[in-house]
């Protein structure tokens, strides 16, 4: 079935790297994404990696996926406050349908 | 491009009225999805259509939940009657699918929903 699931909360200090984990379940995802959702507003992508990668940087951004593991993580460094948000993993699981985790609340204290 | 727009962006109405909401995706997007976001239940997927027709409606909560999408540039959530329960935030979403493109979702803002 699709599940994806990721930790709800975490807390990190300011110019801390922060690493938010997601486990997903269907291996026939082509695409797997990070979404960030600020207070008030949609949700919005960040970065995606395609499956037959196993890693993507962009800027602060580190995307490293373990398909063996079904594991995707996120890493942001140099944790700014402007960083805190909901940020949401999802894996394509057909041609048009994403399958989102609960999002991970992302607190960046001064 | 305005980007996905949704409206209205607050609504807050009386238990038992009908609630009709709105949603226009990017032009050229052949993909839909009605989401709906609580604190409790996260982000839930209730609808979704491609090129106008809906393709799995397995997440819409009961029938007092339809949605239609008349053309490629106007899609309706309507509740009717609506309930407390059904408080939250409905966001729609359009996308050009992963035949061609990366899949990304694009989201409107959304429209928050209270019934007292």
């Known amino acids: 079935g699709e599940d994806v699931e990721q930790s709800l909360f975490l807390s990190v200090r300011e110019g801390d790297s922060s690493v938010i984990n997601c486990t997903y379940t269907?291996?026939?995802?082509?695409?797997l994404y990070w979404y960030k959702q600020e207070p008030g507003a949609g949700l919005q992508l960040l970065t995606y990696i395609f499956s037959n990668m196993d890693m993507k940087q962009d800027q602060r951004l580190t995307v490293l996926l373990n398909k063996k593991d079904k594991h995707l993580s996120l890493r942001i460094a140099d944790t700014q406050t402007g960083d805190s948000a909901i940020y949401f993993c999802?894996?394509?699981?057909?041609?048009?349908?994403?399958?989102f985790g609960d999002g991970t609340t992302l607190t960046v204290k001064p | 491009d305005a980007g996905v727009i949704q409206s209205p962006r607050h609504e807050v109405t009386e238990m038992g009225q009908e609630v009709t909401l709105r949603c226009k995706p990017i032009s050229g997007h052949d993909y839909l999805f009605w989401y709906r976001q609580t604190m409790m239940r996260g982000l839930e997927l209730l609808i979704y259509f491609n090129n106008n027709v809906p393709i799995d409606d397995s997440g819409m909560p009961e029938d007092r939940f339809s949605a239609k999408m008349p053309n490629a540039s106007f899609s309706t959530l309507k509740i009717q009657p609506s309930e407390p329960r059904d408080s939250a935030v409905y966001f729609c979403?359009?996308?050009?699918?992963?035949?061609?493109?990366?899949?990304?979702?694009?989201f409107g803002e959304g429209s928050r929903l209270t019934v007292l």
């Open positions: 269907d291996s026939s995802s082509t695409y």
């Open positions: 999802a894996e394509n699981t057909n041609a048009g349908k994403s399958t």
């Open positions: 979403a359009s996308s050009l699918g992963t035949r061609i493109n990366t899949g990304e979702l694009f």
